[in-house]
């Protein structure tokens, strides 16, 4: 899944997005760059760059986004390697500080602690100097992470808000879906009366699931009924069709729309490396 995570600091609030590093999330770690606006690069300081690694900075390149990396792990390998992973990341045109780039390496250890203050500071300083600015008069705009059906709340939705206040009962239209807002949660599962940006929010309150990635926007009353009107929104089958002669025809029902985006990628790919085709008739969350 992709979280998101509201860390306070001295400085102000940083909101994490957090996305698996598994090789059948890439569309997951692709999303979670177009939404940033600082990569964090996590490199394990006793694995070192891998093939998934390699791929965020192929993602976190074609956003053009600024890039800090993380070295965790310290406490458990030696410190020879945090110098082998700078060579690493050379390798892949991300040049350390230390060695004359303008790429921030931060040694931490998730377990201990250590360096996670230092990690934090060079975030604030970071976006002090890309000058990062928001506001929160007017409606609420931002994105969907994620997106899931939950029992005795209907579909909701996980928005990082990067613009205006979201408040109890507000319209709005999100991609080809519309609601009003009946219930708002923050990261930690505590009820909300309103949100702001730039914090990630739960939202209940959707007509129909919404499509991860669709851009979410407040609303009035009168834009809201005059979307509702032009129709439902259809059902979104990642796929649909007859029966194969032949093939293992499989229906897919996932906990979230990452989830089942992952699996029926893997599936395809499966069905690639054997002779026997594997089918998804359909594919849907609930």
């Keep these: 899944h992709l979280g998101a995570y509201t860390a306070t600091t001295p400085q102000g ?9 598994h090789e059948a999330f890439s569309k997951i ?80 250890s998730a377990l201990t602690g250590q360096g996670i203050d230092h990690l934090l500071e060079m975030i604030i300083l970071q976006a002090q100097i890309m000058e990062l600015r928001t506001t929160l008069q007017g409606f609420a705009r931002g994105y969907v992470l994620e997106a899931e059906i939950e029992k005795g709340r209907g579909p909701v939705a996980t928005i990082i808000l990067q613009h205006g206040t979201l408040k109890l009962g507000d319209y709005f239209i999100c991609g080809e879906t519309t609601g009003r807002v009946t219930s708002l ?19 209940a309150g959707f007509s129909q699931l919404p499509e991860v990635g669709d851009f979410f926007e407040g609303s009035d009353k009168e834009h809201y009924l005059k979307q509702r009107s032009q129709g439902s929104l259809q059902e979104r089958d990642v796929q ?20 089942q985006e992952a699996l029926v990628d893997s599936i395809a790919k499966l069905s690639k490396k054997t002779p026997i085709e594997f089918h998804v008739v359909q594919a849907s969350v609930g």
């Design 185 to 203: 949660f923050n990261s930690y599962g505590e009820s909300l009366e309103s949100a702001v940006c730039p914090h990630p929010v739960q939202v």
């Design 240 to 259: 649909k069709g007859l029966r194969r002669e032949g093939a293992v025809h499989l229906i897919v029902k996932s906990d979230n729309f990452s989830t």
């Design 13 to 21: 609030q940083i909101v994490f997005l957090d996305t698996p590093g």
């Design 29 to 108: 770690r692709q999303r979670g760059v177009h939404v940033a606006d600082i990569a964090i690069l996590v490199v394990a300081a006793d694995d070192g760059i891998m093939p998934q690694t390699i791929e965020a900075i192929k993602h976190i390149k074609a956003a053009d986004l600024p890039v800090i990396v993380a070295i965790n792990k310290i406490d458990k390998a030696e410190k020879t390697r945090l110098e082998v992973i700078k060579r690493q990341l050379a390798q892949h045109d991300l040049l350390p500080e230390e060695w004359g780039g303008q790429i921030v390496c931060a040694p931490i």
